[in-house]
């Protein structure tokens, strides 16, 4: 089982003005790779906000944190800058992933500032805001992460021998 946490990160949602309908998006996918969501959040598109949260899901042994929201070109889009704060390592190939997959689709996508990295044994992921963002992004990178988990817990030590 992987613990997940959820992290949206708008204004509007903040607010009450939109529903989130992104976070139900992550939890379906989730779903596939034995993933529970035991943390679940919205908060303001604010910088120091966004990474609080993420320092608090990691402090709570959450494996992967998915956010949705804020990564684009906006000045209030602040997800990515409060990720890089937070994490101590990139996983770059995610991101290239999400995004060489959504240029298939749109340029748009190559507008998408999203990250991905770990702090500790937690990896974290930026997604965009939209469901469909967020349905288009995780089916790319969702076979990789279980690996990724187990090798964050120490579960897999010797990744090139075939395991």
Known sequence: ??????????????????????????????????????????????????????????????????????????????TPDATLEVIEKEVPGLSEAMRAEGYKKTPHALLSRGVCGIKGSTLIINLPGSPKGVRENLEVILPAIPHGIQVLKGKISDCGSGE
């Open 1 to 78: 089982m992987i613990r997940v946490g959820i992290l949206t990160a708008s204004d509007k949602g903040y607010r009450g003005e939109r529903e989130d309908l992104s976070a139900g998006v992550i939890k379906e996918l989730v779903a596939k790779i034995d993933g529970r969501v035991e943390s679940y959040c919205i908060v303001p598109d604010d910088k120091e906000t966004i990474k609080q949260k993420l320092l608090d899901m990691c402090g709570h042994g959450m494996d992967l944190i998915i956010t949705t929201g804020g990564t684009g070109l906006s000045p209030r889009d602040n």
